[in-house]
């Protein structure tokens, strides 16, 4: 069975600082694992995706994640927080199996403060 | 370019009462997904469906839920006497095909009093 945790319902940090949002996965087989943002009243946008290639990915707006299969994480980072990142995040695994199923996480929300 | 649209983005439904939420498609996507997003609990799949014909029914948590595709870009799902626990985000999505990235649209957030 496939299941992605993620570890903290809620994250803040101050405009210009790092951002680190955790995210862990189960998986019987070699995953695709991804990461969407939502802004309030948006749909789910793509921030970047995993998918065996290199095990350190760039996305969007620069947030990058890191594959590690002994940890079982795929966290995602940012080296500086912006006003405009503030967002629920959130981590997903595609089941490869027949029906291709995207199981997502509970979400984080991000809060940058000024 | 117009990426996956719902409708409506919220709706407040009376405990037993059918309610039926609308999804349009990115033109040329075969395959639509609804997912069922319930706060602090994640997503779960309730359906899909290829073409015009609905498959997987596997994901649905009873028979009260069922999408139809009154046309090739459209999916409706709809919901049987709704029950509280019916309370959720409700999230389209679809894909050129099998097994290609999924586009989502913004939800609809259902309200069983």
């Known amino acids: 069975a496939q299941s992605v945790t993620q570890l903290d319902s809620h994250v803040s940090v101050s405009e210009g600082t790092p951002v680190l949002l955790r995210c862990n996965y189960s998986?019987?087989?070699?995953?695709?694992l991804f990461w969407y943002v939502q802004h309030p009243n948006k749909g789910l946008q793509l921030l970047l995706k995993?998918?065996?290639?290199?095990?350190l990915v760039k996305g969007i707006n620069g947030f990058e994640a890191e594959f590690k299969k002994s940890e079982t994480s795929f966290h995602l980072t940012k080296p500086s927080a912006h006003m405009s990142d503030a967002a629920e995040y959130f981590c997903?695994?595609?089941?490869?199996?027949?029906?291709?199923?995207?199981?997502f996480g509970t979400g984080t929300r991000l809060k940058v403060l000024a | 370019g117009a990426g996956v649209s719902q409708s409506p983005r919220y709706k407040v439904a009376k405990r037993g009462r059918d309610v039926a939420l609308r999804c349009d498609s990115i033109s040329g996507h075969v395959t639509l997904y609804w997912y069922r997003q319930t706060l602090g609990q994640g997503s779960e799949v309730l359906t899909y469906?290829?073409?015009?014909?609905?498959?997987?029914k596997s994901g649905r948590p009873s028979g009260r839920f069922s999408a139809e595709r009154p046309e090739r870009s459209v999916s409706t799902l709809k919901i049987q006497r709704t029950e509280q626990g019916d309370s959720a985000v409700y999230l389209c999505?679809?894909?050129?095909?099998?097994?290609?990235?999924?586009?989502f649209g913004p939800g609809t957030r259902l309200t069983v009093t």
């Open positions: 999505a679809s894909s050129l095909r099998l097994p290609y990235e999924q586009y």
């Open positions: 469906s290829q073409s015009d014909a609905q498959r997987d």
């Open positions: 995993y998918t065996s290639a290199a095990t």
């Open positions: 998986s019987s087989y070699s995953p695709s």
């Open positions: 997903v695994v595609r089941r490869r199996e027949r029906t291709y199923k995207y199981i």
